[in-house]
């Protein structure tokens, strides 16, 4: 088991709230970031959002896929049919509940970054953000993510039932990252357990998580 820190933005009182409780900083780089894009070309989003979007799911599943082929993750490999599947099907029958945030950025015409959620009770998963690696230098998932954070204050929800009475009011991000150290509003502790096979590919997967913390540590890594 091991710790792994939950990113919170609290969107309780709108994003305008937000942001003024945060750091004058952040809300400056904000400023600098929206004009960077803006210089770069006009931003556009487009997506599924609940209920809204549902004719657009495939090609915006499509876009999710060259998306993620086309950053620094993959760097233009093609992403694998397993993967392609998982976030295929998860994106269909979430949207079906209506419960799907698919978000895509588009930047003067060109697709630049993507960001997938899942909405409950008013709560906000995100379940993966990737960029386009020629669009790094315009932060272009961070400037998605805040576009996001705007959509889920002023969209209805709050439990599956009223989904047009009042605003998201919680974002709940995986992990302690950099780029969502910079806008969440707090973070809880999670536990992370995991289970190993008995096969020999499993051990080596236990040693090398587990047994060589200590050289993650040194290299600066508080996890492998």
């Known amino acids: ?45 487009d997506g599924v959002r609940l209920n809204s979007g549902i004719d657009r799911l495939e090609s915006s599943i499509e876009r999710l896929y060259a998306i993620t082929e086309a950053s620094y993750k993959l760097k233009g490999q093609r992403l694998r049919d397993d993967h392609r599947g998982y976030l295929g099907d998860l994106a269909r029958n979430f949207a079906a509940l209506g419960m799907l945030h698919l978000s895509t950025l588009s930047i003067g015409g060109r697709d630049a970054a993507v960001v997938m959620g899942l909405v409950e009770r008013g709560c906000y998963y995100d379940v993966t953000l990737a960029y386009v690696e020629e669009f790094a230098a315009l932060s272009p998932g961070a400037y998605l993510m805040q576009q996001v954070l705007r959509d889920l204050a002023e969209r209805g929800v709050h439990t599956l039932r009223d989904l047009a009475e009042r605003g998201v009011h919680t974002l709940v991000s995986h992990g302690a990252h950099d780029y969502n150290l910079r806008w969440s509003t707090s973070f809880v502790p999670s536990t992370r ?32």
Not at 3 to 24: E, F, K, T, W
Not at 210 to 216: C, D, G, Q
Request: glycine share 4%.
């Open 193 to 224: 357990l995991f289970l190993f096979s008995r096969s020999s590919s499993a051990r080596l997967s236990r040693f090398v998580r587990f047994k060589l913390a200590s050289i993650w540590q040194k290299l600066g890594a508080t996890d492998p």
């Open 1 to 45: 088991m091991t710790n792994h820190p939950i990113a919170i933005v609290d969107l309780s009182n709108g994003y305008n709230s937000y942001c003024q409780a945060m750091s004058r900083n952040f809300r400056r780089t904000l400023k600098r970031q929206e004009q960077r894009v803006s210089e770069a070309g006009e931003p556009a989003l």
